[in-house]
């Protein structure tokens, strides 16, 4: 059975913000985000994937679409498909945080390269 | 922005377990899990969906494809696509569990429906 404990996986980098997978799955991402207080992940969309984030330590600023919240342990966000976010710790603990993006990217990519009605047909 | 406080989503019913939406999204599910001591989700399977399963509370033992384990908060365990599972709170205290299904079925549904090259293709 594919088990994990979280813990052991967590790891910090004072370079840059980790991505730490936590399965290897064709379905989705499902990893472990840290960030060291002043770490960032920039602007970015995900055109047919939702992004799902769970705060499981620290306070995480997010900003989704122009609009921004501070994220505490316990709190989830969704980012959907297409809108535009990124993350930051602007505070001064470390932040660790579960970060689903579903479908995978690659599978969501696959998917898009069905026939195109073409330009007549809208 | 889609922010929900997980804490504030949680009940249980003593009759049986609960599965409580935390967003609304066509990518995935993404719920709470509660289970009292007793209760239990029955053997099931996604056929092409991956059930990732991130205990919060408690102790919960889970099923996949006739191995079981007993898992404690902070720990995540990936139930493939096409496995069956069962999950059950077999301890003393109430399970909280964190529980992602992606894609949604009923997207991956869709899917299955192309066209298919028929009998003689394989």
Redesign the interface.
């Known amino acids: ?7 052991e996986l967590v790891r910090f980098d004072a370079e840059k913000k980790q991505k730490i997978p ?2 290897d ?1 064709p ?2 991402y ?1 990893d472990l985000y840290t960030l060291l207080p002043g770490q960032r992940q920039r602007p970015f969309a995900f055109k047919r ?2 992004k ?1 984030v ?1 705060v499981l330590e620290g306070v995480l600023r ?1 900003s ?1 679409d122009g ?3 501070d ?1 505490a342990a ?5 980012v ?2 297409g809108a535009v976010n990124s993350l930051e710790n602007a505070g001064d603990e470390p932040v660790v945080a ?1 970060v ?1 993006v ?2 995978h990217p690659e ?1 969501a990519k696959r ?1 898009k390269k ?1 026939p195109d009605p073409g330009p007549g047909a809208g």
Chains 1, 2 share one sequence.
């Open positions: 059975m594919e088990v994990r404990t979280l813990r936590i399965f799955s379905q989705l499902y994937s939702d799902i769970y997010a989704v609009e921004s919240a994220l316990g709190q989830a966000l969704r959907p498909a579960l689903v579903a479908p599978c998917r069905r």
